[in-house]
T-cell receptor, first 113, second 113 residues
Framework: DSGVTQTPKHLITATGQRVTLRCSPRSGDLSVYWYQQSLDQGLQFLIQYYNGEERAKGNILERFSAQQFPDLHSELNLSSLELGDSALYFC????????????FGSGTRLTVV | GESVGLHLPTLSVQEGDNSIINCAYSNSASDYFIWYKQESGKGPQFIIDIRSNMDKRQGQRVTVLLNKTVKHLSLQIAATQPGDSAVYFCAEAYTGANSKLTFGKGITLSVRP
């Protein structure tokens, strides 16, 4: 157990729907990062939050949004889902700067049918 | 566990041999590098890191080499074991404000018994 908890582990939904993925960071970590892992793209950075505020944005679609709550857990919202959104979505956390690396959760596998 | 199913190059080695996994990074300003290991059904796990003021760092059975001149990073695994079979990712970061890790595509290491 890495200490980063992601729920649900699996999600199957239809095109056009909206889902929410949840992440609880490791105790003491203030930064949360979301990554998408698809077959051809490897790990793609989506967005980072630090202590409740957005810090960095990567290749995140406008249909996707995220937030970090006062208790530091984070949610990634995916809307108007398309078949191509099927992927593994990972959350990672770090204490602050990320030096020492990120701790990853086990991921949520999203399948859009 | 479920397979990540990534379409990645594969390195096949005999159990007991040494493995060398190579990575070319893209940003000449990157000053921090990490190798991650991802086993089937799990999130990436930190293996070893190195800062740009070093060219070599050793861990337990693993060594990371950094050549900043050609932007090349390698991971050497001594006496490769079946448990080393996984996908390996290098990641780079510039540790300025709002730093984030950028991951390479990954390589699958397959250990033959």
């Amino acid at each position: 157990d890495s200490g980063v908890t992601q729920t649900p582990k699996h999600l199957i939904t239809a095109t056009g729907q909206r889902v929410t993925l949840r992440c609880s960071p490791r105790s003491g970590d203030l930064s949360v990062y979301w990554y998408q892992q698809s077959l051809d793209q490897g790990l793609q950075f989506l967005i980072q939050y630090y202590n409740g505020e957005e810090r960095a944005k990567g290749n995140i679609l406008e249909r996707f949004s995220a937030q970090q709550f006062p208790d530091l857990h984070s949610e990634l919202n995916l809307s108007s889902l398309e078949l191509g959104d099927s992927a593994l979505y990972f959350c990672a956390s770090s204490e602050g700067t990320g030096l020492g690396g990120y701790t990853f959760g086990s991921g949520t596998r999203l399948t859009v049918v | 566990g479920e397979s990540v199913g990534l379409h990645l190059p594969t390195l096949s080695v005999q159990e007991g041999d040494n493995s060398i996994i190579n990575c070319a990074y893209s940003n000449s300003a990157s000053d921090y590098f990490i190798w991650y290991k991802q086993e089937s059904g799990k999130g990436p796990q930190f293996i070893i890191d190195i800062r740009s003021n070093m060219d070599k760092r050793q861990g337990q059975r693993v060594t990371v080499l950094l050549n900043k001149t050609v932007k090349h990073l390698s991971l050497q695994i001594a006496a490769t074991q079946p448990g080393d079979s996984a996908v390996y990712f290098c990641a780079e970061a510039y540790t300025g404000a709002n730093s984030k890790l950028t991951f390479g595509k990954g390589i699958t290491l397959s250990v033959r018994p």
